[in-house]
């Protein structure tokens, strides 16, 4: 069994309030979780109204599949123009 922990840290240019991020974060954190069947949480940057940091978790028994998993994470990310990828990290549990 393979756990593999993603981070996402990410910039939110247009938000205005904290209200305005948790917007588009749970629209992002909504789309991760239904296509990859994913646990996802913020995790770091919680008052911070322009940034963010998500917490992406997946399990399988096929390592090289979480791999192509994680670039499909990437690509997703990077599809969302109102949020920025700033950084993005992946370690093995």
Known sequence: MHILLIKLKLQIPNSHSLK??????KSLKDRLGNRFNASIAEIDALDS???AELGVCMISKDKSY???QYSL???LA???TELELINMS???L
Do not use: F, G, M, T
């Open 20 to 25: 305005d991020k948790r917007r588009q974060i």
């Open 66 to 68: 979480l791999d192509k």
């Open 78 to 80: 990077l599809e969302y």
């Open 73 to 75: 994470v990437e690509a």
């Open 49 to 51: 109204w322009q940034q």
């Open 90 to 92: 992946r370690e093995w």
